[in-house]
């Protein structure tokens, strides 16, 4: 009987050796409070009702961004066998990449209404950036540590679906990659994937939400709405509880270090990691 590497098996291996960091983690008193127990996020001098403008900026931005790029580009995305990569292209540029205009639009906003609370803040953490080597380690541990509960609620996750009748189909993102037939459009996918994305969603998801959350309202509070939001934002039944588990793992990365580069590379080192499985050219089981 023959044994043929399936992309199931090299998730399942990915996860053992992540269950491995996990067991250390979790084992050792020092590094599981070093892990879990502290916070190096500074002080975020801002009103509840200043973040629900940055967001909908945010929004704002892009959809009209990607309006106008539909408009000058729809005619090119029609005129292809790979209609929807180009689409994927498209629009994620002009979503992420517009959208990310309006955080520096936010803060020009904020110093010319000269917005000013005239309190001193509480004592801040200390927030030392790391080098760039460091940054990569926390991120890899972060998806190392991430993958096998990631794993485990997926499968308990597609079960529950199944068992009462909702799609556990996954993300259309996935099929999209798996048929694309241009390399420089798969390239440019990949950018918006694995940097475009990632950077955005990060700043969003993390860096905003669940930050002033947890200045406001504490962890658990901003851990289950940054984490709800983050799932809910992907519009796929299958992946709702496996990203909602990813969103914590990265806010918990962020609280941890302080520095949101932690988690945007964790979250396109996660990306990058499925797509190449997908990629892979093994089959499924």
Not at 41 to 54: D, K, P, Q, R
Not at 119 to 147: G, M, N, Q, W
Not at 265 to 274: D, I, S, W
């Amino acid at each position: 009987m023959s044994f043929a590497v399936s992309q199931e098996f090299v998730l399942v291996v990915e996860a053992a050796i992540g269950a491995l960091f996990l067991a250390r983690v979790l084992g050792v008193p020092e590094i599981r409070a070093r892990t879990f127990d502290r916070s190096r996020l500074a002080h975020w001098e801002i009103a509840g009702f200043e973040v629900i403008l940055l967001v909908l900026l945010i929004f704002l931005i892009g959809a009209i961004a990607q309006g106008i790029a539909q408009h000058y580009f729809g005619a090119w995305i029609d005129a292809s066998g790979d209609k929807k990569a180009r689409q994927l292209v498209v629009w994620g540029v002009a979503l992420h990449g517009a959208g990310l205009l309006g955080w520096p639009l936010f803060w020009l906003g904020r110093r010319f209404f000269h917005i000013d609370y005239g309190a001193l803040p509480p004592p801040s953490a200390t927030v030392r950036r790391e080098p760039l080597t460091k940054v990569f380690v926390h991120a890899i541990s972060t998806v190392a540590i991430a993958l096998p509960v990631l794993v485990l609620c997926s499968a308990a996750w597609t079960l529950f679906l199944q068992a009462i009748g909702l799609p556990d189909e996954p993300q259309d993102l996935l099929e999209i990659f798996g048929g694309v037939h241009s390399k420089p459009l798969l390239v440019a996918m990949l950018f918006v994937a694995c940097v475009l994305a990632p950077v955005y969603e990060e700043l969003l998801f993390r860096g905003a939400i669940f930050r002033f959350c947890r200045q406001r309202f504490g962890r658990a509070a901003a851990l289950v709405v940054s984490a709800t939001l983050f799932g809910a934002m992907h519009g796929n039944w299958a992946g709702f509880v496996p990203l909602a588990v990813l969103g914590v793992a990265l806010a918990v990365a962020y609280e941890r270090t302080g520095d949101i580069r932690v988690s945007m590379l964790a979250h396109g080192l996660f990306n990058l990691n499925t797509l190449a499985i997908v990629l892979s050219g093994l089959p499924q089981t």
